[in-house]
């Protein structure tokens, strides 16, 4: 009698499969972090061990001893090592729950299969604004391929603390369920900016308005009116003045495609609050090591960066040209207990 009862509940599973496909991910779907090999940056104490945060248990008291935690230092981190090479779709973050929640605002998750700076290099696949006290967060994403997940959180004197990670691959992914740091978190920040430029070239004066690169319209034609340029001179920069103060993330810059795009080679993105030597001794987002002709590529600040200013130079003499700036992140007072690197 069990055995056909087993059989009977056997066949009905797969017939389930079978005819809802949109049940097969989740019931085969499996947490690949559950007792992997995980390492941080440091331990705080004997009941905050690494491991803790893959145990199956998303016990948020850390005196049950089912948390990681970090020394207090600069810019601590916890990796997990998956079995194998994946396609990361999704990681979901147990947070502290008898106290300070706040600790993993501005956390990064970083993706990849290299442990180049301890994997915290590796491919940014979502940033952590907040949790809340006890809470489980999922942040799904486009499917990253890579053997080692990355929590991170940048900054000084910083303390992670983890009570459970979630790892899944190989998920089914729809864009409405798809949370991408830099376009469904975070909005572009620049379209409704102000924006300036330290010259206008004579030459395409009708077209090369600053503020053609904020215009939300990435056509990398200059005649087509959707581009900056400024004349040929030391250190062209140009300026968008986003209002407020901002949590920058990420800048994407979108090159001609016409001519002249290897001319953006080198330029420095950087974020603030000081228009001193016009906005150029900011912080320094990124920098542009290639792009291609009329590529749209996002530059990761690495951190959450604090600024009203975001100003592209040209660090020699040179054109500056550029065919579209977007600038995500999130203001200031949207979250006043995010930690930022101010300038």
């Not at 379209?191 to 300036?196: K, V, Y």
């Not at 040929?232 to 920058?248: C, M, T």
């Not at 912080?283 to 600040?301: H, L, R």
């Amino acid at each position: 009698m069990c055995c056909i009862l087993n059989a009977e509940i056997t066949m009905t599973v797969i017939l389930l499969l079978t005819f809802l496909p949109g049940l097969c991910f989740s019931a085969l779907t499996e947490n690949i972090a559950f007792k992997a090999n995980v390492v941080q940056s440091s331990t705080y104490d004997s009941l905050g061990h690494a491991r803790n945060a893959v145990d199956g248990r998303r016990e948020s008291n850390y005196m049950l001893l089912s948390c990681s935690h970090t020394k207090i230092e600069n810019n601590p981190w916890w990796r997990v090592e998956l079995p194998g090479i994946r396609n990361v779709t999704s990681v979901q973050i147990t947070n502290r729950g008898d106290c300070c929640a706040e600790r993993i605002n501005g956390a990064q998750i970083r993706i990849g299969n290299s442990l180049k700076n301890n994997g915290n290099s590796n491919k940014l696949a979502a940033f952590v604004r907040s949790i809340s006290l006890d809470g489980t967060k999922t942040f799904k994403f486009k499917p990253i391929e890579g053997k080692f997940v990355n929590v991170f959180l940048p900054g000084p004197k910083q303390i992670l603390t983890l009570c459970e990670v979630e790892v899944f691959a190989d998920e089914f992914v729809t864009p409405q369920s798809i949370h991408l740091h830099d376009k469904t978190n975070l909005r572009n920040l620049a379209l409704r900016g102000r924006a300036t430029q330290s010259s206008l070239h004579k030459e395409w004066s009708g077209f090369g308005l600053a503020q053609n690169a904020i215009d939300g319209n990435q056509n990398a034609i200059l005649e087509k009116g959707s581009c900056s340029q400024t004349a040929q001179e030391d250190f062209p920069w140009w300026r968008v003045d986003l209002h407020r103060k901002n949590a920058i993330a990420s800048v994407a810059l979108t090159s001609r495609g016409d001519c002249c795009w290897e001319d953006l080679a080198g330029a420095e993105i950087r974020v603030g609050n000081s228009l001193e030597n016009n906005g150029k001794d900011n912080w320094i987002c990124a920098t542009v090591s290639n792009i291609t002709a009329g590529e749209t590529k996002s530059f990761s600040c690495g951190r959450l960066l604090e600024g009203r200013y975001v100003t592209v130079v040209l660090p020699r003499e040179g054109t500056l040209s550029l065919c579209e700036v977007e600038v995500f992140g999130f203001s200031v007072a949207q979250d006043r207990r995010v930690r930022l690197d101010k300038h």
